[in-house]
């Protein structure tokens, strides 16, 4: 599979996130070499409950289940939007090899913008990044479910 | 309560993440005006087999939990260590109004050092910080917890 197919993957797991009412943002970890996708989740803020159900650290959580580790070496995440600070950190900390996300946030992403945390001293492993992957459609979700909200 | 009873109490959380092989850091959240003490953690990063499993993550989940709001307004946080960057993150977008910790964390942390979070400009919300509450003891007890698994 492609990265626009894998984000497309992602970007299904948004639209699923919206039509619950949720921030529409989706996430996906695959493994590369065999192109398994070991994880899906997408943005769960409201129906958890609490500010930390965000479709990365949820993904994590999964994945870290399926495998039984802490540590994901050699896997990729995709996610239909630029990280925050909160899961920036915590995809580090997971190890992620590769990082391919969508649309970029510059009032709350911490990749391209804001902390930019993997390039800080404080980041302990840094992701390969890759921006961008269908950044049109990804933005456009996140526009439209803002827009329906006012 | 002061301050610094408060903080025993975290302190005292970290003393059983060492009992059971955890990383000892501890964190409570407190309403102020009642003295309520409405959540507690300690990191379990090892029992939940993932790196998202830090002790200010889990205390707001269940606050939030309890509360059954995803806004902390007005609630305060004692935790032994200076959060990193994913838990700083996360404390802001739980709106948490002061954050005390005891010990800093030059290499990890993100109030202080690093990233300084709340100072950026991708922080929207920013709690007042105290630091250095029973700071040197919950220094002690993560020395004493790296030296033994040395």
Known sequence: MTTEEYMQIAYNLAQKAADEDEIPVGAIIVNPETGEIIAQAYNQSAHHGDATSHA????????????KTTRLWNCDMYVTLEPCTMCA????FARIKNLYFGASDPKGGAVVSGVRFFDSST???????????????????LKDFFQNKR
Do not use: F, N
């Open 123 to 141: 980041c302990h492993h840094r992701p390969l990044y890759h921006s961008g992957i269908l950044a049109d459609k990804c933005s456009q979700i």
């Open 89 to 92: 950190a915590a995809i580090s």
């Open 56 to 67: 990365e650290i949820l993904v994590i959580q999964r994945a870290c289940e399926k495998l």
